[in-house]
């Protein structure tokens, strides 16, 4: 099984702040899934990257996938509340999925 | 359109009784899918999965069973429930309708044993 390590696991910040959380492994990944969840409810698929060094943008969110394949992040710009919510990746053997960061955007 | 339900949506239960959940998947055909749980606010812990009618992969040895009657359908069961069982189970199918790893999730079932 491939691990997948989240940091931070929580992160709380002033509306319109930046953010950046991460997601690592010692393993080679042939793609990254992020999605991100609100309570009570399934997660939702944000984005899949795939190439290395890939860089993705959604809106404020951009997703980045390392160079080797290992790890990627993902930034939020100017975080609004609407953006609070559980951020897991998952890597595609097993559907393995990380521990998730729990993101809280105060008003 | 694709669409995942999942029944019931909550559910408490008393450590000893039996446990079905019960999850239907519309607007594809021969998906493959799975059941996770997850603990308060964490990440998800694959459960089983099936790629077709019949067909159950089991990830974590424990008292639950998985089947899948219909190729639409797929069901969790436990004979007696533990404490540890209670959790929020998502049963997941390919996002999309298509096979390629991105998973679309149901609503959920939030399950509490006492």
């Known amino acids: 099984t491939q691990l997948l390590e989240q940091s931070p696991q929580f992160l709380s910040i002033q509306e319109g702040e930046n953010l950046t959380v991460y997601c690592n492994s010692s393993?080679?990944?042939?793609?990254l899934q992020w999605y991100r969840q609100e309570p009570g409810e399934g997660p939702v698929l944000l984005v899949t990257?795939?190439?290395?060094?890939e860089v993705k943008k959604l809106k404020r969110l951009t997703f980045q996938f390392g160079d080797a394949r290992k790890d990627s992040s993902l930034h939020i710009t100017a975080a609004q509340p609407g953006d609070t919510g559980l951020y897991l990746c998952?890597?595609?053997?097993?559907?393995?999925f990380g521990a998730g960061t729990t993101v809280t955007v105060r008003a | 359109s694709q669409t995942i339900h999942q029944w019931p949506a909550t559910l408490v239960q008393p450590v000893g009784s039996p446990l079905s959940l019960e999850c239907t998947v519309e607007?594809?055909?021969?998906?493959?899918l799975y059941w996770y749980r997850q603990a308060a606010g964490r990440g998800l812990q694959l459960l089983f999965y099936?790629?077709?009618?019949?067909?159950i992969s089991s990830e974590v040895p424990q008292n639950l069973s998985a089947s899948r009657p219909q190729d639409r359908q797929f069901i969790l069961s436990s004979k007696k429930l533990l404490l540890s069982d209670s959790g929020f189970y998502l049963c997941?199918?390919?996002?999309?309708?298509?096979?390629?790893?991105?998973?679309?999730f149901g609503e959920g079932s939030r399950l509490t044993v006492l």
């Open positions: 393993s080679v990944f042939s793609s």
């Open positions: 997941a199918g390919p996002q999309g309708g298509i096979n390629t790893g991105e998973l679309f």
């Open positions: 607007g594809t055909s021969n998906p493959n």
């Open positions: 099936s790629v077709g009618i019949g067909q």
């Open positions: 998952a890597g595609p053997i097993k559907l393995s």
């Open positions: 990257v795939v190439t290395g060094g």
